[in-house]
């Protein structure tokens, strides 16, 4: 691996802006290179130590770009994703305890209630798409997680304005977005959106301090949490803006990952055949509780591996320098912007042999010790990295699981040449659609 990098670098705003994933895939073998986009200063890092460094050692010598504040804030304000500095650090710290792996357990029962609900309207024969049906299962566990009772009130006009900050946050590459007369409606709807989610989720918020805060919803967490250094609670304001941004974050990347999951796993019917080996092993055919999925070692790794090949951020938020340092020996001047892509990196040669093939066995128990640090990290690292981890991999893994007890599945054309789009998330470019097959109580020994 060499750096490519000279002053200012070559302006790629249009190689970029034709095909991200074919320029981030034919740059991997440098270290890092230098270039323009839309006349901004990018120095794109695959070295897995410079990746390091900014995420950990020198995190706090970066923030969010302007153009992830603009895209993103209108939506989120200054929730978790989108605050830097003091205020970042400060939330995290009051929200982390929400995330806490002993609460993973809390959550696992209420995504196995909403799976079995799914799975039981689920028949021989039948077809589906695998999109609109993990999307409506992540929609209601995030929702319900986030809101409890009050889920079904705040769903509808979440789901619109996730649609509009998607929009929004694809311009960033687009070499035409200056467009005045597109930016204008886009922002009336905008304004429209976020008016009537910021009624809703203020009303509820009301209705909860007004009754004590109590029951085992985020919402309620995030009203009782105070800070351990004696600077109190959340404002409503930023209860409403870090409600939102665990909606935005936790929704669509975990359904997007079990899309992902079910075309792989359509493709290789071994993979599928041992997880069913596992899963009647351990769980035998009654709904299982929390433990029992947590001790699977298979669902998990294909979720570990499908966010290999697919990482739903293909790349992280991008990260400008706010003054001159070095990740690793690579220089980096104040105001340059650097951009890190797991896709780029997880599909490396230089990391993991034959990089394009799906297979799970890269996750078997004590990977994360055979492995460069940073060679893997579909959810970032570091201060800011995903706080709702465990939660996605509880959900994905869980439905895999518990639909290896019930069903086969094959896909409806498994020649279909699927083209990942690299979206706000890594998107199949077309519906996969399956049909399933019931599996036969023989086949299970029973
Ligand atoms: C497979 C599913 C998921 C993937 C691949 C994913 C990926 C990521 C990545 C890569 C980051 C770091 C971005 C960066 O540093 O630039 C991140 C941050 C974040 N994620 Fe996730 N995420 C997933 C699910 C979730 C869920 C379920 C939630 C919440 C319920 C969530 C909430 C967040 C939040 C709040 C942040 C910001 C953390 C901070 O900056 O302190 N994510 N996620």
Redesign the pocket.
Known sequence: MTHGLSQAGPDYTAEFARDPLAFLRAQAGERAVRFRLNDLPYVLVNDVKAIHDLLVTQSDRFTRTEFTREALAPFLGNG??TSDGDL?RRQ?RLMQPAFHPYRIENYARLMIRHIEHAISGWVDGMQMNVTETVVALSLGV?TEALFGEDASEAAGDLHQMLHLMQQAQAAEFDPQRHDATRRAEFERDLRAAVGKIDQRIHGLIARRRAGGSGGNDLLAMLLAATDISGEGGMSDQQVRDEVI??FI??HE??SV?LTWAFWLLGKDQSVYDALISEVDGSLGDGVPTPAQLMNLALPMQIIRET?RLY???WI??NRLATTTTKLSDIPVMSDEIVMVSPYAVQRSAHHFEHPDAFNPGHFAEGWEKRRDKFSYF???GGA??????H??LME?SSLLAMMAQRFRFRLLDPEQAIIPQPLTTLQPDVPIEIELVARQETEKGR
């Open positions: 978790l994703l970042h995290r995030v941004t665990l974050a936790g990347t975990t990952t966010l990482p739903t951020a992280l938020f579909p959810f970032g800011r990295i995903c706080i709702g981890q939660f996605a994905a």
